[in-house]
């Protein structure tokens, strides 16, 4: 105690005046010693923590039923931030955080016999930091991915080992030495969006997406939800659907319903080569619709998501179903 009050009390004496120092009765002085410190003061130290889990997976067996094209995938999100939740993004930059998760297997039309004219099997894993942030009510997302393409990642072997499971039919050896080598794609990802209150649970928000790496896009689009999926929580977009899933979470009870379109120019696709002779469509157009019901400790999310044709060629459009089951425990 002598060690802190002793240099102060010092401090103290030498810069007052001599005539005040000698009016200075040590005897009566009374030092009070300190407990705590106050908090408006001295905030404590605070650390990021984890603010939510989301993930959806989505495949075309649960959409038209054909094993083909966008055939697969499962994306998951893992989000920290600094203190709790306040219903909305932070201010700042840099102060939430996603760690974004990807697999995806892109497949031809024929799992068994070649056919140069459709695209050929790819598969890849992305890892991915990303963050998100609110400026005068307009929505900011930011971030890069890793994407792993290729026989490296096993995703043939997955596909293989699933197939046999379902009794389904496995992509053959002649079909696999066709797909998309060994690559790694550094990748940008960025979104901006604005959601506008149309009548009571009824949200517009049109968005602009831009992607440069192993895609190089530019989107434009809007989602309108019908309900309260997604009031007050942090909500991610699924890269091949377009829709959306729920990271951080304040469930309100009750059924929502989910409809978005966007429309896209594809200037270049690691996974529809120009080398290998083929033709990107002038447009990439998604349309998409949910269903969304929470309960008290249970919430269920099926998708459906019409995608237009990626490449001249392309014998149809197809759509993929996406869903998502969470039990709150």
């Not at 993930?55 to 994306?75: A, E, F, P, V, Y």
């Not at 995806?104 to 799992?111: N, R, V």
Request: aromatic share 10%.
């Amino acid at each position: 105690m002598l060690r802190v009050y002793v240099p102060a009390l010092c401090a103290a004496l030498l810069f007052q005046t001599p005539a005040t120092a000698q009016s200075v009765d040590v005897s009566q002085t009374v030092v009070q010693p300190v407990t705590e410190l106050d908090p408006s003061v001295f905030p404590p130290p605070s650390r990021r923590q984890v603010l939510g889990y989301g993930r959806l997976t989505t495949n075309d067996l649960i959409g038209d039923g054909k094993d083909r094209w966008r055939t697969g995938s499962i994306t998951s999100s893992r989000v920290w931030g600094w203190g709790s939740w306040e219903g909305q993004a932070p201010t700042q930059f840099g102060d939430l955080l996603e760690l974004r998760l990807q697999g995806e297997i892109m497949s031809p039309a024929d799992l068994r016999n070649v056919n140069p004219a459709d695209r050929p099997w790819a598969g890849k894993l992305s890892f991915g930091l990303h963050t998100h942030w609110t400026q005068g009510g307009t929505e900011f997302a930011l971030g890069g991915d890793l994407v792993v393409i290729g026989p490296h990642t096993h995703l043939d072997d997955f596909q293989k080992l699933l197939h046999d499971v379902v009794n389904a039919p496995t992509p053959s050896n002649a079909v696999l030495s066709q797909q998309i080598g060994n690559k790694i794609r550094p990748t940008f990802v960025g979104e901006v969006g604005k959601s506008y209150t149309m009548a009571d649970a009824m949200r517009l928000r049109p968005f602009a997406e831009a992607r440069a790496g192993d895609e190089s896009l530019i989107r434009v689009g809007a989602d309108l939800t019908i309900g309260h999926f997604g009031d007050g929580e942090l909500m991610m977009r699924e890269s091949i659907t377009g829709q959306r899933y729920r990271a951080v979470r304040d469930p309100i009870p009750g059924v929502s319903f989910i409809l978005g379109a966007d429309i896209a120019k594809v200037f270049d696709s690691t996974y529809l080569p120009e080398d290998r002779g083929y033709a990107l469509t002038d447009t990439r157009d998604r349309v998409r619709a949910g269903f969304h019901w929470q309960g008290e400790e249970t919430s269920f999310f099926y998708g459906a998501t019409w995608l237009g044709r990626e490449f001249q060629g392309q014998s149809d459009s197809q759509i993929v179903g996406s869903v998502r089951l969470q039990f709150q425990f």
